[in-house]
């Protein structure tokens, strides 16, 4: 693959790789610990509102420093910043109020670095190789959840659990590998378009540089609906967080740092899956069918889910058959998220001008902390009184429902 061959895409991937996969070790760790600590649903909401708040606080005003600040400058002070604050979470693992602390702190951080790399990377890669640099992007970013979840509950089980060392030792290892991180991008030649580091002038350009990226997103329809479609992918996975957690214990009947091994792992299998398909259907296949289709095959996804909790576990051996549905359901998710976010994001990249490419990324992270937080802390709240299942099948029917509704849009403007 010629792609792999482009030095300056292979260091910024491999940084991307090791930056959130120490980002997943660390959030799953302390969602086991907040479990630990509170035993309620609705404090790992607070945790997820705490994490998605920056973006709609910063999010837009990231998005103008990178599109007016060196981008290798902001890459780098984000590793430095991020290696920092998940060597903090170990000083602080048993106070929740310390941890969602550093976890705001983390994600204000991350406000700035996610759209900088998003709009670095149509810059190292050729038009032609653009698609598949996305879909190798999302397939690690996805793939890092794998790799951090995987990693994180057999290395807390090995240092003593919860109660000794283990979280510590996730969180210390996490900066480490940003640490690495760092030193693979001190590496990256990138253009500074002209800056040198921080704009001074940037506060008074903010108003001016934010009018302009949502007037274009107004008008456009090849931006706006991508947008929306990204924004939808982060609400499914904000929800599924909280939701898998609760069915795990619930009706799987394991541990919640099982959750590693028969959801998450599932879930990467359907992310390869979803790449390798990618490569054979998009030359028979229009972009916006392929996003129709995997917003279809998400909802029903989630909906057999939720059937099979509520159904399966009354048959003769159903605990097993409830584990391989929920493991199925977890592959076609995987598969479906690649069909939407990475068409959607190539789309983005292809129709939006390169000198706000920056703010269009942080626009798709403010948007979905405008929709998520609080309808995750409703949901959260309302699976404390409700059954996780009937959860599942409502969204995974109102998903199906919507997408079906919506295909015409898509093969219109999409194709």
Known sequence: MQLLKNGQFMRLWGNQILLQTSFN?????????IDQITSSRFAIAQFYAVMTLPSF??????????????????????DALLALLFAAYAVFTHNYWFLLAIAFLSSCVSQVFTPAESATLPTIVKKQDLERANALFLFTGFGSVLLGYGLAGPVIQFFGGLEKYGDQSTFIIAAILTAIGFVLSSTLTLSNNGHRGFDPQLFS?????????????????????????????????????????????TYLRLPSTSTSYFLIIPLGFGLGIGVYLLNKLKERASKGYMIY?????????????GLAGGYVT??????????????????????????????????????????????????????????????????????EKVDVTIVFIVFGLIFALLAQAVKPIFLKNLS
Request: hydrophobic share 60%; proline share 3%.
């Open 314 to 383: 009354k048959l003769t051996g159903g605990m097993l058959l409830l584990r391989a549905i929920t493991a199925t359901g977890a592959v076609v998710a995987g598969i479906s998220a690649v069909f939407i976010a990475v068409h959607s994001r190539t789309i983005l990249q292809k129709n939006t001008p390169e000198k706000m490419l920056g703010r269009v990324f942080a626009l798709v992270y403010a948007s979905g902390s405008v929709v998520t937080p609080i309808p995750i802390l409703l949901i959260a709240l309302i699976t």
């Open 57 to 78: 606080l910063v999010g837009l005003f990231a998005g103008a420093i990178v599109d007016t600040s060196n981008r290798k400058w902001i890459i780098l002070t984000s």
């Open 293 to 305: 289709l995997g917003s279809l095959a998400f909802g029903l996804a989630m909906l057999f889910i």
């Open 205 to 249: 350009h903010a108003k001016k540089l934010t009018r302009e990226v949502l007037d274009i997103t107004r008008t456009n329809t090849k931006i706006f609906i991508p947008i929306v479609m990204l924004t939808l992918m982060q609400f499914c996975i904000g929800l599924m967080a909280i939701l898998f957690i609760d069915f795990v214990k």
């Open 25 to 33: 070790m660390s959030n799953f760790t302390i969602l086991l610990l």
